[in-house]
């Protein structure tokens, strides 16, 4: 069986693309205002917001200058809050 561009895939290619698909589909959604949106894309987004809110937050403090004006700290926190999100409103514990 011949896959992209002309080459053979292995049927365990196939496989593993057929799992990343169906658990795709097993994501939570939330509704908002009729349009049904996946769990982790609600979860990024709250996650970027509050990031960007805490860092503008350190620009003005004077000694957190630097610290907030680090993209690593930036990235960081955007997927803990990300993170801590999901594991509050999306997980089953």
């Known amino acids: 069986m011949e896959g992209w561009y002309g080459r053979k895939m292995p049927s365990r290619s196939y496989t593993v693309l057929l799992v990343a698909v169906a658990a795709v589909g097993c994501a939570p959604t ?26 503008y937050w350190l620009g003005h403090h004077s000694g957190a200058r630097t610290l907030a004006e680090s993209g690593v700290f930036f990235v960081s926190l955007t ?11 999306f997980s089953s514990f």
């Open 30 to 55: 939330v509704d908002v205002l009729g349009v049904y949106f996946p769990g982790w894309l609600v979860s990024a987004i709250t996650g970027v917001a509050s990031a960007y809110a805490l860092v």
């Open 79 to 89: 997927v803990g809050i990300a993170l801590i999100v999901w594991w509050l409103f």
